[in-house]
């Protein structure tokens, strides 16, 4: 399936309230106003006007194109319209001569309706509408919904005058790097829906404490990493275009789980070995508010950008599972697994936030 000016219809830029009164005057000329976009694709040259099937515009109608002296320089047909919009396809010589702000109307006496062009070989066959966008985003996880702390392995004589073999190090709560996957539903001109899978990765971290303060050739070390699997589904919709750019607002829900994996391992002693493992899993349900920029390239590409903020509304399905191989003089300091957990403390954050960036292909 071909596509026509598919995604340009996403950018659709306010219009005065007076042009728009004119327009729909008892006996009004029929006026397009303007060229709005210019831009080629393999099928050729193309135009975007602004006026669409608000206006009584419809595939087949052809809008004429006015000159500096205001005579009429030639007309074409519009090959695709959405509310606001109308996409007219064009040859190349014609294209040479439009520029964008050029003033266009309909030819004299259409009606709107389909209607077939002078110059057939301007009739341009229209095709089916893209009903989504397919996208892929790179996600910079600048605050996550859930957090957890890094635990480290204390060295043999703080964990004796606490009794607990563990300390608490940083606080983990970001993911620089991030993929997602979506589609999103076009349900009309700047009304869609979308539906996002995300991966967005924990980094290790490393921290090494002394083990033995008699033996200085004896630390341990702990490692802590993680990943988060996020499912996202979003009502969007457009607050503010101009030219092909178009900003939209959303609000939906957040389903994530976030996994901490803990590994501790001493080094340099008689002991030398794995020391624990612990793996700590937390599901979190968010709502979530966005902006997303949305500029469309060309007729069936569009490039995006934004920001999004989660509000955690609750956690559930928290687990931990561990291996605890601990040295005789430290084994017997209470119950270590819950001393583990306790330390890394999943939780749900105060509020997530990530910015994204990607591409969509209309489909």
Same mark, same amino acid.
């Given at each position: 399936?071909?596509?026509?000016?598919?995604?340009?219809?996403?950018?659709?830029?306010?219009?005065?309230?007076?042009?728009?009164?004119?327009?729909?005057?008892?006996?009004?000329?029929?006026?397009?106003?303007?060229?709005?976009?210019?831009?080629?694709?393999?099928?050729?040259?193309?135009?975007?006007?602004?006026?669409?099937?608000?206006?009584?515009?419809?595939?087949?109608?052809?809008?004429?194109?006015?000159?500096?002296?205001?005579?009429?320089?030639?007309?074409?047909?519009?090959?695709? !319209?959405?509310?606001?919009? $109308?996409?007219?396809? %064009?040859? +190349?010589? =014609?294209?040479? /001569?439009? *520029?964008?702000?050029?003033?266009?109307?309909?030819?004299?006496?259409?009606?709107?309706?389909?209607?077939?062009?002078?110059?057939?070989?301007?009739?341009?066959?229209?095709?089916?509408?893209?009903?989504?966008?397919?996208?892929?985003?790179?996600?910079?996880?600048?605050?996550?919904?859930?957090?957890?702390?890094?635990?480290?392995?204390?060295?043999?004589?703080?964990?004796?005058?606490?009794?607990?073999?563990?300390?608490?190090?940083?606080?983990?709560?970001?993911?620089?790097?991030?993929?997602?996957?979506?589609?999103?539903?076009?349900?009309?001109?700047?009304?869609?829906?979308?539906?996002?899978?995300?991966?967005?990765?924990?980094?290790?971290?490393?921290?090494?404490?002394?083990?033995?303060?008699?033996?200085?050739?004896?630390?341990?070390?702990? !490692?802590?990493?993680?990943? $988060?699997?996020?499912? %996202?589904? +979003?009502? =969007?919709?457009? /607050?503010? *275009?101009?030219?092909?750019?178009?900003?939209?607002?959303?609000?939906?829900?957040?389903?994530?789980?976030?996994?901490?994996?803990?590994?501790?391992?001493?080094?340099?002693?008689?002991?030398?070995?794995?020391?624990?493992?612990?793996?700590?899993?937390?599901?979190?349900?968010?709502?979530?508010?966005?902006?997303?920029?949305?500029?469309?390239?060309?007729?069936?590409?569009?490039?995006?950008?934004?920001?999004?903020?989660?509000?955690?509304?609750?956690?559930?399905?928290?687990?931990?599972?561990?291996?605890?191989?601990?040295?005789?003089?430290?084994?017997?300091?209470?119950?270590?697994?819950?001393?583990?957990?306790?330390?890394?403390?999943?939780?749900?954050?105060?509020?997530?936030?990530?910015?994204?960036?990607?591409?969509?292909?209309?489909?």
């Amino acid at each position: 399936m071909r596509i026509h000016a598919a995604t340009i219809f996403e950018a659709i830029p306010a219009r005065l309230l007076w042009a728009w009164f004119l327009f729909n005057l008892p006996g009004a000329p029929a006026l397009a106003d303007e060229v709005i976009f210019r831009g080629e694709s393999p099928d050729g040259p193309y135009v975007v006007v602004d006026r669409g099937s608000l206006s009584g515009i419809a595939v087949g109608t052809d809008v004429c194109f006015i000159g500096a002296d205001a005579k009429e320089l030639f007309c074409a047909p519009v090959v695709k !319209t959405r509310g606001k919009v $109308a996409a007219v396809r %064009l040859t +190349e010589d =014609q294209y040479e /001569v439009v *520029a964008v702000k050029m003033a266009v109307r309909l030819r004299e006496g259409a009606s709107g309706g389909p209607a077939a062009s002078e110059n057939p070989s301007l009739a341009i066959e229209a095709t089916e509408e893209s009903t989504g966008m397919l996208g892929l985003d790179y996600i910079y996880g600048y605050r996550l919904p859930v957090a957890f702390a890094t635990p480290l392995f204390s060295a043999r004589s703080r964990a004796a005058q606490t009794g607990n073999p563990w300390s608490k190090g940083d606080l983990v709560q970001s993911s620089p790097i991030g993929i997602g996957l979506s589609w999103n539903m076009i349900l009309e001109d700047d009304v869609r829906v979308l539906l996002r899978g995300a991966w967005q990765q924990i980094p290790a971290v490393s921290t090494a404490v002394d083990y033995n303060p008699v033996d200085p050739a004896n630390y341990a070390e702990t !490692t802590t990493s993680g990943y $988060a699997m996020r499912l %996202l589904g +979003e009502y =969007q919709s457009g /607050v503010w *275009a101009t030219g092909p750019v178009t900003l939209f607002a959303g609000v939906g829900l957040d389903l994530g789980r976030v996994q901490a994996t803990i590994s501790a391992k001493s080094y340099g002693g008689t002991d030398e070995g794995q020391i624990a493992s612990l793996t700590s899993r937390l599901n979190v349900i968010a709502a979530s508010l966005s902006g997303i920029f949305s500029w469309a390239y060309g007729e069936a590409w569009e490039l995006q950008g934004g920001a999004r903020l989660a509000i955690p509304l609750t956690t559930f399905g928290a687990s931990a599972s561990g291996s605890y191989d601990l040295p005789d003089d430290m084994a017997v300091m209470g119950s270590t697994d819950e001393d583990l957990k306790s330390i890394v403390n999943h939780r749900k954050n105060s509020y997530g936030l990530e910015f994204l960036m990607g591409a969509a292909l209309a489909i």
